[in-house]
């Protein structure tokens, strides 16, 4: 019989280890639902899904368009690619810089790039300014 040491003692805990993370494992995956419905939303469809609550309809212009010179930073949260901080981004332009008078110069806010601007220039519209 072998003697029992401290390496012998570590090894057999490492292994036991190992044998209960597995274990574990396969639990969780035992338990995760594989035919739950994965729901995919269209790009078109994010701003009808926009009302945010306490946003009032002078956000939205027709056809569900968000309007980037008097929609809030939950509206705004709702388009593809933009995150809060984005949003707030967008805001701060449009009150420090000047109000946008096409939806392009939303390309002028920092961090909006080609692609993201190609991902929202279908759902965005501008006002005129006051």
Wanted: net charge negative.
């Amino acid at each position: 019989m072998p003697d029992i040491t401290t390496r012998n003692i570590a090894f057999s805990a490492l292994v036991i280890a190992t044998i209960a993370a597995l274990l574990a494992a396969v639990v969780l995956l035992a338990r995760q639902n594989d035919n739950a419905p994965i729901l995919i939303i269209p790009p078109q469809e994010y701003p009808a899904q926009a009302a945010a609550p306490g946003s009032s309809p002078a956000q939205s212009q027709s056809e569900g368009l968000i309007d980037l010179n008097t929609a809030s930073v939950n509206l705004l949260d709702t388009l593809p690619g933009i995150g809060p901080a984005l949003a707030q981004a967008i805001i701060d332009f449009r009150e420090n810089v000047h109000p946008f008078q096409s939806i392009a110069e939303v390309q002028e806010v920092s961090k909006i790039g080609p692609v993201t601007y190609e991902n929202i220039r279908k759902l965005v519209t501008v006002s005129e300014s006051p």
